[in-house]
């Protein structure tokens, strides 16, 4: 069995599986968004000193499965630096302790192994990735090689939610808060689909964000921010945001044929989205696949998955070696 532990942002989560059967023997995961909340954001001094309270209370409930590991492995790369090294330390100390390998995981890969959770990986694959993080669509070939086909040049797609919740005051994270607010909204408000027109495989969502900005600012002019012109701006505001994942992505499905596409990362989970991409797909004749709802946002269980593949390779780094890693390097993000 491998032990993964996830601590990139503001989850600490602890998986225990079995390398054979991929079955789940432990998981668990103690969420700080309460403790962000009312910060509208992460704050990184705060979710570090938290990881340092959550996750040996979550080791000491998975220790029972110590004696039965065959190795230990911790995301290190890409996430905050106070998060990650909390982990990372955790995941040293453990495979010193037990004289076991140590596997550092990509969180990124973490996410397109949630598509993989219990069986093999079937690729080549294309991939949208939509967090709080990164907003990106990969290309995956046959032996597991990611060439990125798309980037966001700015915000993410998932960030401009936590943004946009931030403005009108909701609190943090702000996907589900604007989907579910957007769900009675009235379509009333012109905002710019990003890059509309543009021919360029790029993302961007400050642009979008400033209109939504300018927006609450003339309703609060005119007091008229109340609560149906809030459901109204965030149904144009969520419809906007998944009009422009999807216009690239049509002219990524010109240029290119997947006969499978994975929708991974916190905001697969909204379903508007899912339903946009659901249609797509299906114009495409591809498959598509997403992470069961539970293992859309940051899990260990997916950095135990795509640590298994690297256990198979022999893929360890001494514990005094394994270093982390906050920035995704573009050129070298998936090695
Ligand atoms: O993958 P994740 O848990 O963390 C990162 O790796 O960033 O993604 C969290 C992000 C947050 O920005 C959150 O607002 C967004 O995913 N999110 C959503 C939804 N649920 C979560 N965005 C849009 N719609 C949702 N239903
Ligand atoms: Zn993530």
Not at 23 to 38: M, P, T
Not at 145 to 161: H, P, Q, Y
Not at 200 to 217: H, P, T, W
């Amino acid at each position: 069995m491998i032990l993964a532990i996830e601590s990139s942002c503001d989850d600490s989560s602890v998986a225990v599986m079995d390398e054979c059967s991929f079955e789940l023997k432990f998981y668990e995961k103690i969420s700080q968004e309460a403790d962000h909340a009312k910060y509208g954001g992460v704050v990184p001094e705060l979710a570090a000193r938290l990881h340092t309270e959550a996750l040996p209370r979550i080791l000491q409930r998975a220790k029972p499965y110590f004696s039965e590991l065959s190795a230990v492995a911790a995301t290190n790369t890409p996430g905050l630096s106070v998060s990650l090294i909390g982990g990372v330390n955790m995941a040293k100390a453990l495979a010193l302790a037990l004289n076991l390998p140590l596997i550092g995981v990509n969180h990124l890969v973490g996410h397109i192994y949630s598509l993989f959770l219990g069986g093999e990986a079937r690729f080549p694959m294309g991939v949208l990735l939509v967090s709080g993080g990164h907003t990106m669509v990969l290309d995956i070939d046959a032996a597991g090689g990611i060439e990125i086909l798309a980037t966001t040049g700015d915000d993410s797609f998932g960030e401009s939610f936590d943004k946009i919740a931030k403005m009108l005051g909701l609190g943090y994270p702000g996907g589900a808060l604007i989907e579910e607010l957007a769900k009675g909204g009235e379509p009333r408000f012109e905002l710019p689909v990003p890059l509309k027109g543009d021919r360029r495989l790029e993302y961007s969502f400050s642009g979008l964000k400033n209109a939504v900005r300018v927006q609450i600012e003339k309703l609060k002019e005119a007091g008229e921010l109340d609560e149906r012109a809030m459901r109204d701006l965030a149904r144009c505001f969520e419809d906007a945001a998944c009009a422009h994942i999807l216009d690239k992505l049509q002219r990524i499905f010109e240029l290119r044929r997947f006969a499978r596409f994975g929708v991974v990362g916190g905001a697969s989970a909204n379903l508007h989205l899912r339903g946009l991409l659901t249609d797509l797909c299906e114009r495409a004749s591809c498959e598509i696949l997403f992470a069961p709802m539970k293992f859309c946002s940051d899990n260990a269980a997916m950095i135990a998955r795509a640590a298994i593949e690297k256990l198979r390779k022999k893929e360890f780094t001494a514990p005094a070696e394994l270093e982390i890693i906050p920035h995704l390097n573009l050129r070298s993000a998936f090695e």
